[in-house]
């Protein structure tokens, strides 16, 4: 079977080119894109999260990682998951009960990465980490990423970085474009964007759904009890409008609204249900040419039920609902410099048949402030400082961060910084009292005290004819991190397990990253990233060692890309892509016997894997696009299913088409 589908494969690769758009964007939008080295690498785009204020990638204080439009379209990534993965080194996807997914970048795990669309929070969340597939990427025009902690700036939950999709914005007076992919388990991919502009107003509006089917996986004998047989499917819509309205050139508004939806059959008479409802609108006045005010109100609220078939009831259990409203005003100087204050609240409210009174609620509520200081051509600091206060717990938290650039000549940057991040104890965290399925009763704490971190860096990085480098280092001290602690019994009860959540004790994870990337006037391209995370294994106040339910951070990771393109005529053009990532081996802590932790523990040996992706993009003419592409090319299949290795069954044949409408015409 499978060398008919490297035949099938092999069938359907024309030799051709797919010509990619790398110009950038300027601050001004009446400038034209830089071209040469800056733009070669996207270093003229323009990039926000790391100080709030649009700065060129080039310039950037703050270390930002960016993935591109040309990057999600070479990697056809569905989800914002099957992205990271393959762009970045040390992220890596584990699972939790029924499968629900846990992400680790460089030793943080979801809880301490912010995730954001379009500078908004998300509400939710699946055994602790947000739900990664409500995060599509279609009509996203970059990812930022910016590693160490950002809670100077965006709060609770930054400690370990800010991850932000920012969304494309129209701008052709009219797009239509209908996609579809096909893979294996009967796995579809159907997706549709419509975009119209006119002078003051513009709008986006996509939607799609995707299916795959439940894969029955076989496993050899193992010593092991968390045995995984079958990889659960699932079935998702999402869609998403936004609108922007400008009556003048000194006033924009921006307004969107999305919905989500994802059913999972675990159990053929009551699957499981997720849902997502979302609106925004947004402010922007240019008060003056040095002057900008932003003011927003977004809603969030992200739900959980179970769809009972037999009577047609669809039981809501978890409901989780935001409402933020937020300010911020920008003071631009002629030097340079950028003065930023704001102000943020937020009501927080939970649902969740597992708390103590079934509901909770608090509001959170801060003040921040940062200085972009521009010392002249060759140095730039950055200040921030923070104030947050939670209404639930009647605790406030201070957070400064400090960063410094210094550019020495042309295309070197060196950048060194030092931020304080911390998360505030979630209201599941405090309230929480489930019973597990008889293993144990996992239960709450209100004593529990903010998390906090320390966080040092470091990077360089240089372009030089066709390549650029990067380098960065970092260092993470975390007190008090929150997580569920050692089961114990309670006195006088030797038949029923509990599970506190609690603070560690402190501990440290540092490490690095390297990156070289090179374009070459012949069409081909490549990229190589390689991290490394130590970490240390987390103990409790008592100095018990933390059973991990999650894989710890694997040590060595890399990732690597190489592309060639090329045009043989105006009608017919092709990409050929090949990324893969390398992730070493990794042992873990675990039980036994989750049901009778009397028998102990074990160290489970996760082994080193390598995972490879092989595509072909065919362009014909303006208006089509045909992508096939041979996923797990090596056809890597884990010896054993355990929650915490990669869920595949070898190699998966996907077959895509695009097609712009309006080019058509």
């Known amino acids: 079977m499978r060398f008919w589908l490297y035949i099938l494969f092999l069938g359907m690769t024309l030799v051709g080119y ?4 790398q110009e950038g964007t300027l601050p001004d939008a009446g400038e034209e894109p830089v071209e040469g080295l800056d733009s070669m690498y996207y270093l003229n785009d323009v990039v926000v999260t790391g100080t709030r204020t649009p700065k060129l990638l080039k310039d950037a204080p703050i270390q930002t990682r960016v993935i591109t439009a040309s990057d999600i379209e070479k990697a056809d990534a569905t989800n914002v998951e099957d992205l990271l993965q393959q762009e970045m080194p040390g992220v890596e ?22 995730f954001m669309v379009d500078g908004d929070r998300l509400a939710g969340e699946t055994m602790d980490d947000v739900d990664f597939t409500r995060l599509n990427m279609a009509n996203v025009e970059r990812i930022e990423i910016v590693k160490g902690a950002a809670s100077a700036l965006y709060g609770s939950h930054a400690g370990g970085g800010v991850i932000n999709i920012i969304t494309k914005e129209q701008t052709q007076p009219w797009t239509l474009n209908l996609n579809a992919r096909l893979a294996r388990y009967n796995e579809r991919r159907f997706g549709g964007a419509f975009g119209t502009k006119g002078k003051q107003l513009h709008n986006m509006l996509n939607v799609n759904h995707t299916f795959i089917d439940n894969i029955h996986v076989h496993n050899a004998e193992n010593p092991a009890t968390q045995i995984v047989s079958t990889i659960y499917g699932d079935r998702t819509w999402n869609v998403k409008d936004r609108l922007t309205y400008k009556p003048t050139d000194q006033l924009t508004f921006v307004g969107r609204a999305g919905y989500f939806f994802r059913e999972v059959v675990r159990t053929a008479d009551t699957p499981e249900r997720y849902r997502d409802f979302s609106a925004g609108v947004k402010g922007l006045w240019d008060i003056t040419a040095h002057d900008q005010l932003e003011i927003s109100y977004s809603f969030d609220q992200y739900d959980k039920s179970d769809f009972h078939k037999i009577n047609r009831l669809d039981v809501r259990d978890y409901s989780n609902v935001q409402n933020a409203f937020r300010s911020l005003y920008n003071h ?3 030097t340079g410099s950028v003065l930023s204050v704001g102000t943020d609240y937020m009501h927080d409210y939970l649902m969740n048949k597992n708390l103590g009174s079934k509901t909770a609620s608090q509001s959170i509520c801060d003040a921040f402030a940062q200085f972009d200081w521009l010392i002249d051509t060759h140095w730039e600091v950055v200040g921030a400082l923070r104030y947050d206060y939670f209404s639930d717990s009647k605790s406030a938290h201070f ?3 400090l960063t410094a650039r210094y ?3 042309d295309h070197l940057n060196l950048r060194l910084g030092y931020g304080m991040g911390f998360r505030s104890p979630a209201l599941k965290e405090k309230y929480y009292n489930f019973d597990m399925v008889g293993i144990w009763i996992i239960q709450g704490n209100p004593n529990l005290k903010s998390e906090v971190s ?15 480098f990067t380098l960065a280092a970092y260092y993470n001290n975390v007190h008090n991190k929150l997580t569920t602690g050692v089961p114990h019994y309670l006195p006088g009860d030797d038949k029923q397990l509990y599970l506190d959540y609690t603070n560690l004790e402190d501990y440290s994870i540092y490490g690095g990253e390297a990156n070289v990337q090179a374009r ?4 081909f391209s490549a990229k190589l990233s390689y991290a490394y995370t130590n970490e240390r294994l987390p103990k409790d106040k008592e100095g018990h060692t933390i059973n991990n339910q999650y894989i710890p951070a694997r040590r060595h990771s890399l990732t690597a890309r190489v592309d060639w393109d090329k045009q043989f005529t105006s009608n017919y053009g092709l990409r050929l892509s090949l990324n893969g990532r390398f992730l070493s081996a990794v042992k873990n802590v675990e039980f036994v016997d989750y049901y009778d932790i009397s028998k102990g523990t074990s160290t489970i040996h996760y082994p080193a894997y390598t995972y490879w992706k092989l595509s072909v993009v065919q362009h014909f003419g303006k208006a089509f696009k045909v992508t096939t592409a041979l996923d797990n090319l090596l056809n890597y299949k884990p010896k054993y299913h355990y929650f915490n290795s990669p869920l595949t069954d070898g190699i998966n044949l996907m077959v895509g088409l695009s097609v712009d409408i309006d080019k058509l015409f």
């Open 399 to 401: 957070t400064p961060k």
């Open 520 to 523: 070459w006037d012949n069409g």
């Open 332 to 334: 631009y100087w002629s």
């Open 18 to 21: 797919a010509k990619q758009d």
């Open 407 to 409: 550019q020495p000549i």
């Open 454 to 468: 320390h966080n040092f860096n470091a990077s360089a990085d240089y372009t030089k004819g066709h390549y650029n």
């Open 93 to 114: 996807f584990s699972y939790a009960m029924n499968q629900l997914k846990h992400m680790n970048l460089c030793g943080f795990g979801g809880q301490g990465i912010l």
